[in-house]
């Protein structure tokens, strides 16, 4: 089973530049997860999709950050324009389904780093 | 709100021997879920163990497994016979009945051959 897929791995902008990450889940899982990991913290939630329906986005800074999964599949999140402190890795998540019995996989993470 | 906290930042063990971290979390919630997931070095993220808030048995998988004191908010980690593949950041994360996914700041554990 292929796991959860991200690219890029690494992307190096300048300020106040966009930027787009994108997450190709687990075949067959319902519900998408994205987090912001920046360097000595844990990993933070930024969004939960169910299917193609936001279950939890009160993380997301919505000024600048977006984040869609249009077709139940495969997700883009976005920062626009990007700031010095959105520097972290960006971590995809898929489980089956929502709730806690199902496992949370993780893909390899995109490292941003904002000049 | 919820909040997870890890107090140890940096451990490390012998081959071979046990160690325990510690995670402590704060929650009104009564059903609630409670895991450790394992970061190694460059790699990818996966989960070690999970709990859940009503069960009274600890969860054990294998070489890990937890202690887990619902009234003092209190779920940590063992882990046995450590190995050098054990060597990683740890993170314990809550799971509340809000969809509400909260980890910790992580343990860097390091095993010494």
């Known amino acids: 089973e292929a796991g959860v897929a991200q690219s890029p791995r690494y992307k190096i902008i300048e300020k106040r530049q966009s930027v787009a990450f994108w997450c190709n889940p687990i075949s067959g899982h319902a519900t998408l997860y994205w987090y912001q990991q920046i360097l000595g913290q844990g990993p933070k939630l930024l969004i939960q999709?169910?299917?193609?329906?936001?279950?939890?986005d009160s993380q997301l800074p919505k000024d600048r950050f977006s984040a869609e999964r249009l077709k139940g599949v495969d997700s883009t999140l976005k920062i626009q324009p990007a700031k010095l402190e959105d520097s972290a890795v960006y971590l995809c998540?898929?489980?089956?389904?929502?709730?806690?019995?199902?496992?949370?996989?993780f893909g390899p993470g995109t490292r941003l780093t904002v000049l | 709100a919820q909040t997870v906290t890890q107090s140890q930042p940096e451990m490390s063990v012998q081959e071979a021997e046990t160690v325990t971290l510690s995670c402590t979390y704060d929650?009104?919630?009564?059903?609630?879920?409670l895991f450790w997931y394992k970061q190694p070095p460059s790699r990818q993220m996966i989960l070690v163990i999970r709990?859940?808030?009503?069960?009274?048995q600890n969860a054990t998988e294998n070489r890990f497994s937890v202690n887990f004191q619902k009234a003092a908010k209190s779920f940590s980690l063992k882990i046995s016979d450590s190995q050098l593949g054990d060597t990683a950041m740890y993170f314990c994360a809550f799971y509340g009945s809000y969809d509400k996914v909260i980890f910790g700041p992580g343990t860097s554990l390091s095993v010494i051959p």
């Open positions: 929650t009104s919630e009564n059903n609630y879920y």
């Open positions: 998540a898929s489980s089956a389904n929502r709730g806690t019995t199902d496992t949370q996989y």
């Open positions: 709990q859940e808030a009503y069960k009274q």
């Open positions: 999709f169910q299917n193609n329906g936001v279950v939890d």
